[in-house]
């Protein structure tokens, strides 16, 4: 059974860095791309950044792609995503999800994490 569980998530202030992780439980052949996403308050939930465990195929979000990085470590199973110089309208629910290829990640996720809040105060 695939299990993703998201961590890091916190209050800071703008200018500030934070990095998100996702440990992943249980990987299969849908877990082969790993991404995240995010849904504020009164918004639709947007994909972030994703990619697979190699780091081929990866996207971000035209307004994080200079200051969001994602990365992933096999032996851990963990992927994280690097946020720097947050701004307020980063905040948000950060969802760690998973799929079969890069592309499906983006539009049919097979696999959700919980979610971890990110507040971005000015």
């Known amino acids: 059974q695939v299990r993703l569980v998201e961590s890091g998530g ?11 992780a996702c440990e992943v439980f249980g990987r299969t052949f849908n877990t082969a791309a790993m ?12 994909f972030v950044a994703g ?15 200079d200051r969001f990085t994602i990365s992933s470590d096999n032996r851990r199973n963990t992927v994280y995503l690097q946020m720097n110089t947050l701004k307020p309208e980063d905040t948000a ?21 919980q979610g971890t809040q990110v507040t971005v105060s000015s």
Request: hydrophobic residues 30%; proline residues 5%; aromatic residues 14%.
């Open 93 to 113: 629910v950060y969802y760690c999800a998973a799929s079969t290829t890069p592309a499906r990640l983006r539009t049919t996720p097979a696999h959700w994490g």
């Open 35 to 46: 991404g995240w996403f995010r849904q504020a308050p009164g918004k639709e939930r947007e």
């Open 10 to 20: 916190r209050s800071v202030q703008a200018g500030d860095s934070l990095t998100l």
């Open 51 to 65: 990619g697979t465990w190699s780091g081929s195929g990866i996207y971000y979000l035209g307004s994080v792609k």
